[in-house]
T-cell receptor, first 115, second 112 residues
């Protein structure tokens, strides 16, 4: 596509429910990243996919968080048993070259609210 | 461990002023550095990307410089306009990787 597409744009969920956030990167971009931005905070790295390599999951805050990238394209971030502290904007980015050598393109994010 | 600091945290200037935003990082073994803009409630827009071999990049009224040895980058905005009001973020990779670490940003307000 022309840009990085994220869905849904907003999600309100009850504490304890599971949620899935979707990211559709720019066609041909081999690298895909998930970040989280809590209210008034900076961006927090979550996970990084590069081609067929094993993802870098070092930023996932707990085992309730998981992500996959199917066919080297679309990625889904899943949060199980959501907690109120999971409320944040979840941002996805993709890049053409390995690790953003040509720079990142971000999606507009999914605003997750856990009530 | 890479750490990124941005100064000032907030800045308010009258329209037409030239201004400088600062970014410092602790690990100079970086491949590149990016400057982004974030409008309230929106995602990030890439402004400038400087490769490690470059000293500066220019786009319109924006000029970004990079001094790897001192761990610093500056974003210069010429003839500021109210439409420039946003949060400006710089990002650098962690050492030996392309995993980006972001500063907490500078909130800029340009007054008409």
């Amino acid at each position: 596509g022309a840009g990085v597409s994220q869905s849904p744009s907003n999600k309100v969920t009850e504490k304890g429910k599971d949620v899935e956030l979707r990211c559709d990167p720019i066609s041909g971009h081999t690298a895909l990243y998930w970040y989280r931005q809590s209210l008034g905070q900076g961006l927090e790295f979550l996970i990084y996919f590069q081609g067929n390599s094993a993802p870098d999951k070092s930023g996932l805050p707990s085992d309730r968080f998981s992500a996959e990238r199917t066919g080297g394209s679309v990625s889904t971030l899943t949060i199980q048993r959501t907690q109120q502290e999971d409320s944040a904007v979840y941002l996805c980015a993709s890049s053409l070259a390995q690790g953003g050598g040509r720079g990142y393109t971000f999606g507009s994010g999914t605003r997750l609210t856990v009530v | 461990k890479q750490e990124v600091t941005q100064i000032p945290a907030a800045l308010s200037v009258p329209e037409g002023e030239n201004l400088v935003l600062n970014c410092s990082f602790t690990d100079s073994a970086i491949y590149n550095l990016q400057w982004f803009r974030q409008d309230p409630g929106k995602g990030l827009t890439s402004l400038l990307l400087i490769q490690s071999s470059q000293r500066e990049q220019t786009s319109g009224r924006l000029n970004a410089s990079l001094d790897k040895s001192s761990g610093r980058s500056t974003l210069y905005i010429a003839a500021s306009q109210p439409g420039d009001s946003a949060t400006y973020l710089c990002a650098v990779p962690t050492s030996g990787t392309y995993k980006y670490i972001f500063g907490t940003g500078t909130r800029l307000k340009v007054l008409a």
